[in-house]
């Protein structure tokens, strides 16, 4: 059974760099694609963007310029890097896998809140 | 991008009650549709893909229609677990949207 779990800080400085972490267990990250994915509170889910098997990663356009997804096969995680956030960027952000559509695994989330 | 909404927003349904929600996109996804139901403190959970495909392990109480812009979810007969939260998704182009919810409570 496939199992995410998200990881990292939960509150973060305006104008700093978000990281977060999934651990991924009962799978492999060296299959399938890994996704965040970010819901702001009051907001409906944003798709931030996803990591291929094969490490070819692509990104929400509205988020591009300040987002990194990337993989550690030997620990079997994947991270998320947004940088220069501010306040919107507050959200409970979602690990999850898909085959590059439907999402079959999540995490549980975690709330990242953006705040000095 | 593709902005997917749901109606409605809210929807009381009585248990052992036909629940029907809908959501529409604003171009064609074929049917590159999921829904998904989600409680508060869990992930969510996959019910439906290729906008009617019941996931594994998915009660036959849940059923998916729809192809191009006009999409439902039908619950067949409410159980009380399955008072929740459900919003499509859209994988037919990226960015992949999702809908807002619709909230199913009990009337």
């Known amino acids: 059974h496939v199992q995410l779990q998200e990881s990292g800080p939960g509150l973060v400085k305006p104008s700093e760099t978000l990281s977060l972490t999934c651990t991924v267990s009962?799978?492999?990250?060296?299959?399938?694609?890994w996704s965040w994915i970010r819901q702001p509170p009051g907001k409906g889910l944003e798709s931030i963007g996803y990591m291929s098997f094969n490490g070819i990663t692509n990104y929400n356009p509205s988020l591009r310029s300040r987002v990194a997804i990337s993989g550690d096969t030997s620990r079997n995680q994947f991270s998320l890097r947004l940088s220069s956030v501010t306040a919107a960027d507050t959200a409970v952000y979602y690990c999850?896998?898909?085959?590059?559509?439907?999402?079959?695994?999540w995490g549980q989330g975690t709330l990242v809140t953006v705040s000095s | 991008e593709i902005v997917m909404t749901q109606s409605p927003a809210t929807l009381s349904v009585s248990p052992g009650e036909r629940a029907t929600l809908s959501c529409r996109a604003s171009?064609?996804?074929?049917?590159?549709l999921a829904w998904y139901q989600h409680k508060r403190g869990q992930p969510p959970r996959l019910l439906i893909y290729?906008?009617?495909t019941r996931a594994t392990g998915i009660p036959t109480r849940f059923s998916g229609s729809g192809s191009g812009t006009q999409f439902s979810l039908t619950i067949s007969s409410l159980q009380s677990e399955d008072f929740a939260v459900y919003f499509c998704?859209?994988?037919?182009?990226?960015?992949?949207?999702f809908g807002p919810g619709t909230k199913v409570d009990i009337k």
């Open positions: 171009q064609s996804v074929s049917s590159n």
């Open positions: 009962g799978g492999y990250i060296g299959s399938f694609y």
């Open positions: 998704q859209q994988y037919h182009n990226w960015p992949f949207t």
């Open positions: 290729g906008a009617f």
């Open positions: 999850a896998r898909s085959n590059s559509d439907y999402f079959d695994y």
